[in-house]
Nanobody, 127 residues
Framework: QVQLVESGGGLVQAGGSLRLSCAAS????????MGWFRQAPGKERELVAA????????YYTDSVKGRFSASRNTAKNTVYLQMNCLQPEATAIYYC????????????????????WGQGTQVTVSS
């Protein structure tokens, strides 16, 4: 079993930055892939970024390319989501999730393909 704990959310003004962290524990995650999802009120959960634990390959949804960056620290079993130039539409609960194995973007963006989820962290961007 894998336990995921997110942190780093909060309130930020438009144009500001936040860095989310997701600490993994419970078992080795070296063969896992991690996804950062967000869910705004009344909207479906969507993939923001995905990162392969081994190798660090990444995917980003189009709306965040160039502004968000996913990374990982294998020594700390932690993945990060650096979010820059935040806009009010980024307001949502952000979740990290883990699944076994890497895939195409079409696979990685499907929340149902992830077996482990964190509790979520709220990000609010004020205008």
């Amino acid at each position: 079993q894998v336990q995921l704990v997110e942190s780093g959310g909060g309130l930020v003004q438009a144009g500001g930055s936040l860095r989310l962290s997701c600490a993994a524990s419970g078992r080795s995650v070296s063969s896992f892939a991690m996804g950062w999802f967000r869910q705004a009120p009344g909207k479906e959960r969507e993939l923001v970024a995905a990162i392969k634990w081994s190798g660090g390959n990444t995917y980003y949804t189009d709306s965040v390319k160039g502004r968000f960056s996913a990374s990982r620290n294998t020594a700390k079993n932690t993945v990060y989501l650096q979010m820059n130039c935040l806009q009010p539409e980024a307001t949502a609960i952000y979740y990290c999730a883990a699944r076994y194995g890497w895939g195409t973007f079409a696979i990685m963006e499907q929340s149902t393909r992830y077996n482990h989820w964190g509790q979520g962290t709220q990000v609010t961007v004020s205008s």
